[in-house]
């Protein structure tokens, strides 16, 4: 039977080997047999991680859906909304414990009300009633703004976020890290330099972040591969990302996505979505160990796919969007553990139940719905 060669040069592969993937190489892989691409991904997560694949179980809280910015992407921010009290998200968060999580993400948007003492008073009451919760909250815009309209600096904000509690900083509100992009979609957010300096920050301060990245929209091929140089270049100084995780943008029900759709540009192909997260795993092989294939922005099947391109965790459960449906709410989705194992073991790869910073949980009942998995001993399965 004949077999076509493989045309991805050696000196590619072996400096994609040795973590020393160019952007040269980057676009070359790009431009070749994508089947190649998704071979080397994988096989540098096998050598990386092995064939263990994570999930955690966890429920979003959202502070609140008002917000002052403008961003063109934002299908979620209203004039008139709500604000949550310290006592509903302590409500939350309890029936969170209740149902297994062993984290609660907490998010909002950037308002005035939700000062740097409005998030120290959330997370030392998360803290102080739950202590075994891992906080994951925040973006660096949020804290730039609060530390802001509080008179204190980023790097106090910092400080006092980590001695009230906060376990890791969310690496949203980096979009594109590119200015020209953002000055389009997010004009009102922080630039690419103060992203980068408060994530550094948070690093230096002994709070770790994920990365992410949300392609697809107006920003070029080579935008997207800067971005992920970038945060290769953060944790080369500073070890602190626990992960990336490639978000494409869905072009519904937002002004930059009625632009899109009106020119006859649709959201990404779930070929171009593999090829990120497999170019993503080649740049950032022995600096981050972690890709997430997120199960909401690819669905479940893409996802599982995603397995086999350099991918080696699902993300999260997402109890809040579940409990949101039970009450009669028509847009909530949820995975459980059960279904996380079985798409996991359906991909040829072991479970693994995790925490916010990659330690390994220990379930009571593996897989199934309602166990309360106790932290117990941990191990760190993403940073020495």
Not at 63 to 83: D, L, P, Q, S
Not at 191 to 220: F, L, P, R
């Amino acid at each position: 039977m004949y077999t076509k060669k493989p045309t991805t040069p050696e000196d590619v592969i072996e400096r994609a080997y040795k973590g020393k993937c160019t952007k040269e190489d980057a676009l070359l892989l790009l431009e070749g047999n994508p089947f190649e691409l998704f071979e080397l991904a994988n096989n540098l997560r096998a050598s990386t991680i092995g064939d263990v694949v994570s999930y955690v179980v966890n429920r979003n809280i959202y502070i609140t859906n008002k917000c002052v910015g403008n961003c063109g992407f934002c299908a979620y921010r209203t004039e008139k909304g709500f604000i949550l009290s310290v006592e509903e998200i302590l409500e939350k968060v309890g029936e969170a414990k209740k149902a297994g999580a062993v984290e609660v993400c907490i998010q909002g948007g950037y308002i005035p009300e939700a000062d740097m003492e409005f998030y120290l008073e959330i997370i030392e009451s998360v803290k102080g009633e739950f202590p075994d919760m891992c906080i994951h909250a925040l973006s660096p815009m949020e804290v730039n703004y609060a530390a802001g309209i509080s008179g204190m600096s980023v790097e106090e904000a910092l400080s006092r976020l980590k001695k009230s509690g906060l376990d890791s900083l969310t690496g949203t509100s980096a979009e594109i890290l590119s200015d020209r992009v953002r000055k389009i979609i997010c004009p009102g957010k922080i630039n690419t330099q103060q992203w980068i300096d408060t994530v550094t920050a948070a690093h230096k301060a002994g709070i770790s972040t994920n990365s992410t990245i949300m392609y697809g929209h107006v920003e070029t091929l080579e935008e997207r591969l800067d971005h992920v140089f970038i945060i290769r270049e953060i944790q080369k100084e500073t070890g602190g990302f626990t992960e990336l995780i490639p978000m494409a943008f869905l072009p519904y029900n937002n002004p930059i996505g009625e632009k899109m759709l009106a020119s006859g540009k649709f959201s990404t192909t779930g070929l171009e979505d593999l090829q990120l997260i497999a170019i993503s795993r080649v740049i950032l092989h022995t600096y981050v160990k972690n890709i997430q294939a997120t199960w909401v922005k690819l669905g479940k099947k893409l996802a599982q796919v995603a397995l086999q391109c350099g991918a080696n965790d699902l993300g999260g459960t997402l109890m809040e969007d579940q409990i949101s449906t039970a009450s009669g709410g028509s847009n909530g989705e949820y995975v459980s553990p059960a279904e996380f194992e079985w798409m996991i073991k359906g991909a040829g790869r072991t479970p693994m139940q995790r925490d916010t910073l990659y330690r390994k949980v220990e379930r009571d009942f593996p897989g199934r719905m309602g166990s309360l998995p106790g932290l117990g001993k941990t191990k760190i399965g993403s940073r020495e």
